[in-house]
């Protein structure tokens, strides 16, 4: 069982910068694959980004590539969501996700889930 807590979220403009963090509990957190989603008004929820669970491979969906970079610290149990030169059309909240297998991208793949965090970015 994993339980997961989003922060990090806010308001900011467009270009700018923001960190999101996920906290989980739980003593398997480091055998999960992790990672991030979000959702905007109206639209379904879509794969942002994944971690394998040692943290050596990642993958982006092509709309953040380049901007937006998923790390872990396993210790910490903690995985985290650095987000650049960030656009209007990045407005969404913000999940973490936990699947039990790496390079996942579908919502119905992922075990566990955060409550979101929302992310607004003005123009």
């Known amino acids: 069982q994993v339980q997961l807590a989003e922060s990090g979220g806010g308001l900011v403009q467009a270009g700018g910068s923001l960190r999101l963090s996920c906290a989980a509990s739980g003593r398997t957190f480091s055998m999960y694959a992790m990672g991030w989603f979000r959702q905007a008004p109206g639209k379904e929820r879509e794969f942002v980004a994944a971690?394998?669970?040692?943290?050596?491979?990642?993958y982006y969906a092509d709309s953040v590539k380049g901007r937006f970079t998923i790390s872990r610290d396993n210790a910490k149990k903690t995985v985290y969501l650095q987000m650049n030169s960030l656009k209007p059309e990045d407005t969404a909240i913000y999940y973490c996700?936990?699947?039990?297998?790496?390079?996942?991208?579908?919502?119905?793949?992922?075990?566990?889930w955060g409550q979101g965090t929302q992310v607004t970015v003005s123009s």
């Open positions: 971690i394998s669970p040692s943290g050596s491979s990642t």
């Open positions: 996700a936990a699947a039990p297998r790496f390079l996942l991208v579908a919502v119905r793949s992922y075990d566990y």
